[in-house]
């Protein structure tokens, strides 16, 4: 159902997996999607939700969650601050809270999703956060965004399963356009040949292959967000989790979405 990548007393970050999933064959959904919009039944995707906040409150932590916040997600750099209940998904990229006890969700299926938090001081409570950072988030400052929101700056990252740069083929065009928004919106501290070189592996056909994990790396450290794991399942690869591109190759109509999931308490 999910995989805990990080929890200590204060804080609990997962992220879901497809179950027993036949990824390369017929099956869509696996076991265990949680998105609405992907065409699966709503009455299994919303019982998955369901579960999903039943077995976390199963773990071990100070106090139980009384519900996950979901986002509309659109590719954008709208931050949204949770603190009260949401009755409509917001449309936005990154919802960011210091509330206790409530989850904050987004889903990919080969973007990159990122949970933030910090510790806080005597004048603020601590906060935490949930980014979706595909290329179009991360050209546009989603992760920056986001952490200007934070009271406390010694913030932290987890970076949640997505796509590698192996599996990640786009149009020469596509990827310099891409290096040249995050050159022209000072996302990192390097140069445009820096950051090509770093993020960008030219092909013979016009082609290439974008890292995004490495573009996100280098944006959270331009931030001075200390980054807890360095090692990213690629969402491509691995048997039960959805890519969005591996169902693009093997010919599916739909695939399931993972969801990354934080909280605090």
């Given amino acids: 159902m999910f995989h805990i990548l990080y929890q200590d007393s204060h804080r609990l970050i997962i992220q879901t997996h497809a179950g027993n999933f036949d990824k390369w064959g017929d099956d869509l ?3 265990f999607n949680v998105a ?7 009455k299994r995707v919303l019982s998955n939700r369901l579960a999903l906040l039943e077995n976390l409150n199963k773990l071990n932590t100070s106090q139980p969650i ?3 916040h979901w986002l509309n997600q659109i590719h954008g750099d709208n ?25 904050l969700s987004i889903m990919t299926a080969d973007c990159v999703p990122i949970a933030l938090f910090n510790d806080g001081t005597i004048t603020h409570q601590s906060q935490i956060a ?12 989603i992760i920056k965004n986001t952490a200007e929101q934070f009271n406390n700056k010694a913030i932290k990252a987890v970076i949640g399963a997505c796509i590698s740069q192996a599996n990640y ?9 891409i290096v040249q928004s995050v050159i022209d919106k000072s996302l990192v501290g390097l140069s445009f040949d820096e950051l090509y070189q770093q993020v960008v592996m030219d092909k013979p056909d016009g082609k290439c292959l974008m890292d995004i994990v490495k573009l996100t790396k280098l944006q959270l450290a331009h931030l001075d967000i200390e980054l807890i794991n360095h090692d990213v399942p690629c ?3 691995v048997p039960n989790l959805y890519s969005y591109r591996q169902q693009t190759h093997a010919k599916k109509s739909a695939t399931g979405r993972m969801a990354m999931i934080i909280a605090q308490f």
């Avoid at 609405?36 to 709503?42: A, F, G, M, P």
């Fill in 235 to 237: 969402s491509y690869d």
């Fill in 36 to 42: 609405l919009h992907v065409l699966d039944n709503n």
């Fill in 66 to 68: 009384q519900e996950i």
């Fill in 130 to 141: 949930c980014i979706h950072a595909g290329w179009q988030g991360l050209t546009k400052g």
């Fill in 169 to 177: 083929e786009m149009d020469n065009a596509l990827a310099n356009a």
């Fill in 79 to 103: 931050v949204v601050c949770i603190d009260k209940h949401q009755f409509t998904p917001p449309n936005a990229d990154a919802l960011i809270t210091d509330k206790c006890g409530v989850g």
């Fill in 29 to 31: 959904y696996g076991e």
